[in-house]
C-alpha cells in the first residue's frame, strides 16, 4: 500500500519536474532587437532539473 502511494507521488512530482524542465529550457524572446535569444540562467535551471528527475527516476526503479 505505501509502495503504491510513494510510486505514485514519485511519478507525479516527475511530472512537475518535466514541466519545469520544459518551461525554462525555452529562449527568451528580444523585442527590441526581434529575435530570440538563449536564456544561460534558464538553461542552468533547467539542467539542474533533468539531473534532478535522473535521480528521482533512478531511485523510483530501485525502489520497485
Given at each position: 500500500m505505501i509502495e503504491g502511494i510513494t510510486f505514485i507521488i514519485g511519478v507525479f512530482i516527475l511530472g512537475f519536474l518535466f514541466l519545469v524542465q520544459n518551461a525554462f529550457s525555452k529562449p527568451i524572446y528580444n523585442k527590441m532587437h526581434?529575435?530570440?535569444?538563449?536564456?544561460?540562467?534558464?538553461?542552468?535551471?533547467?539542467?539542474?532539473?533533468?539531473?534532478?528527475?535522473?535521480?528521482?527516476?533512478?531511485?523510483?526503479?530501485?525502489?520497485?
Open positions: 526581434n529575435v530570440w535569444d538563449d536564456d544561460p540562467q534558464g538553461r542552468k535551471i533547467a539542467n539542474i532539473t533533468t539531473i534532478i528527475m535522473l535521480l528521482i527516476a533512478f531511485f523510483l526503479g530501485t525502489m520497485f
